[in-house]
């Protein structure tokens, strides 16, 4: 049959019929030159002699139209080559990957500008306490390691913690103090700013490994879920160990080869997951599911120890024994020391224990408020290979179920886990998307605004007003000294004031000798407070100039603050949820010399 390879008439298309060769149907040109062998001999009928000519000419005609082409070739050898654009959707992604290019966060300049605007804005909306570890673990140690006084708690003189954290804020509070910048504000604000970018960078890494991983619908819709979700945005800026885990969280994640994906790299996961266990060595409980998976699937076990973990490892903690000596002054394993005290010996129970199903029952479903639905509803909807992230979370919350010691933020790290169940729940939901949305956003909003800007904050205000005394110092006869006759550890200390005033507060170091009637300096003082002043202040020279009170401390201490010459001079509001020995006001009292 004819074809585009055929030429000549249809007289001799019938008189050579082709020969089939590679699907296509070809014509056969008689040789130029001898003839044959087995052609010898023969004799050409007129139809050979014509297409023999026919050959001819069709050679040298494909001649011209070679030595044309080269020509054409050099000439546009200097010209850029044009690509044709691929519309294939199998390369859609390596098409937009290669463009946005390579790294972290690739082309997201607007949404990081967006996410640290975002966050520096919920610092400042963040007026309020919530653990005192955010002061006493972190700035106060800071403050400690650059101006040399501070108040160090016993895990500081027991070795339970490391200085790789405080370091962080330590350098800030170093070169505000070179520069002569040192000021109360920036001693605050600097170290929250700092962990606001920080937590911004999360929050964008956290939409782009779901953006690869998924698709863009999906990783819009996580990163919505991360952004107002009201625990999040009560934890992301304060200065605890927590908030930082939860940030190595998305930063790990980011890394971490997950089955079915062709992303990942195991050094840098590793050497993260490494750093998140010298931050907190509990930190390491959310991955040890995706280690053991990681660690299973590889073909080379050996090599993936020997190369990637081991030198990891080493690494991190090499960096934590070198920093922990140079400012404690012994080498020391305080990664050790805090796993024996608070998982071991479980000795972290004697700051209060919960029941074994508080997580299940309170915890978790309280730090999630109104995104625990979408993460339920998400849980069914992700894919195969996003299984291991639902186990890790569930083996979390398990794992601390055995610990006696139960707080909010000890699973606070994995949230940015479930927010990519809650991303699946809203990208796949389709009427009722609009009014998910808005409910989300509006019910976290009166959580954010409470939570960040009444909700326990007469802690922070009272330190407002110990600041002034400290400016106030040189023009008084006698220098101002404060206690606080609180629960301990309710209000921040010398981070907040940056001051060498005398400050006492009512102490209360767990008992490590085994004594099991040992009774903290705290209860001994709420059990009988009027009886524990009178003996403590038996003197009048060692009264001190204040008191700093809850309101429900004031009738039972009433006598004393008459007999002592104290009065009122300033209150706060603080909560309006009181509890046994926290009153929903803070008082301070003066005591007058000529009274």
Not at 82 to 109: D, H, I, M, V
Not at 238 to 243: G, H, V
Request: net charge positive; with cysteine; hydrophobic share 40%.
């Amino acid at each position: 049959p004819p074809s585009k390879y055929t030429r000549g008439a249809p007289a001799l298309q019938e008189e050579l019929p082709g020969r089939r060769r590679r699907g296509r149907w070809k014509r056969w040109c008689l040789p130029q030159g001898p003839a044959p062998a087995r052609w010898r001999g023969r004799r050409r009928g007129p139809v050979a002699e014509g297409r023999g000519a026919e050959c001819r000419a069709e050679g040298v005609g494909m001649e011209k139209l070679r030595s044309s082409f080269f020509r054409a070739r050099r000439s546009a050898a200097s010209e850029p080559v044009r690509l044709r654009k691929r519309k294939s959707t199998l390369y859609a992604a390596e098409c937009s990957n290669s463009e946005q290019g390579r790294g972290l966060f690739g082309p997201n300049t607007y949404l990081i500008m967006f996410s640290v605007a975002l966050r520096s804005l919920n610092c400042l909306l963040v007026q309020t306490s919530f653990v005192p570890d955010e002061y006493w673990q972190t700035l106060e140690v800071a403050h400690n390691m650059v101006f040399k006084y501070g108040y160090l708690t016993w895990e500081w003189k027991e070795k339970l913690r490391g200085y790789t954290y405080p370091l962080i804020f330590a350098s800030f509070y170093k070169l505000l103090q070179i520069f002569k910048k040192d000021t109360v504000q920036l001693l605050i604000w600097v170290p929250r700013l700092a962990q606001s970018f920080l937590a911004a960078l999360a929050d964008v890494t956290l939409y782009c490994i779901v953006k690869k991983q998924a698709n863009e619908e999906v990783a819009k819709w996580v990163y919505f879920s991360q952004l107002c979700s009201w625990f999040t945005w009560y934890c992301s800026t304060r200065t605890i160990t927590n908030s930082m885990e939860a940030v190595l969280t998305s930063f790990i994640f980011y890394y971490y080869p997950l089955q079915g994906t062709k992303t990942g790299s195991s050094s840098k996961y590793l050497a993260l997951t490494a750093f998140a266990f010298v931050v907190r060595p509990t930190a390491v409980i959310l991955w040890l599911p995706l280690l053991f998976s990681h660690f299973w699937q590889k073909v080379k076990k050996l090599d993936l120890l020997l190369y990637k973990c081991l030198p990891a490892g080493c690494l991190s903690l090499g960096f934590s024994l070198i920093v922990d000596r140079i400012f404690y002054g012994e080498w020391v394993v305080v990664q050790w020391n805090f796993i024996r005290f608070n998982v071991i010996q479980n000795l972290g129970s004697f700051y209060g224990s919960h029941s074994w199903h508080w997580y299940f029952t309170q915890g978790f479903p309280v730090i999630m408020g109104t995104h625990l639905p979408f993460f339920i509803h998400g849980c069914l909807l992700v894919p195969k290979k996003n299984r291991i992230l639902l186990i890790a979370v569930l083996w979390t919350i398990i794992v601390y179920s055995f610990i006696s010691h139960k707080e909010f933020r000890f699973i606070y790290p994995a949230m940015p886990i479930c927010m990519v169940f809650c991303g699946y729940s809203l990208a796949n939901l389709k009427s009722w998307k609009k009014r998910a949305v808005s409910f989300l956003f509006l019910s976290n909003a009166c959580l954010v605004l409470y939570t960040g800007l009444i909700h326990q904050r007469g802690t922070l205000d009272v330190m407002q007003y110990v600041q002034k005394l400290c400016t106030n110092t040189l023009l008084e006869k006698e220098e101002p000294s404060l206690f606080f006759l609180m629960p301990c550890h309710s209000t921040p200390f010398y981070s907040y004031v940056h001051c060498p005033i005398k400050m006492h507060f009512l102490g209360c170091p767990p008992d490590l000798s085994g004594n099991n009637t040992y009774i903290d300096e705290a209860d001994l003082f709420f059990k009988e407070p009027l009886t524990w002043l009178n003996i403590r202040f038996s003197a009048q020279a060692s009264l001190p100039t204040h008191l700093v009170i809850f309101n429900v401390l004031e009738q039972n201490i009433a006598p004393f603050l008459r007999t002592k010459s104290y009065i009122k001079v300033a209150t706060f509001f603080h909560t309006h949820m009181p509890e046994d020995r926290t009153g929903s006001h803070i008082h301070v009292f003066e005591r007058k010399m000529n009274g």
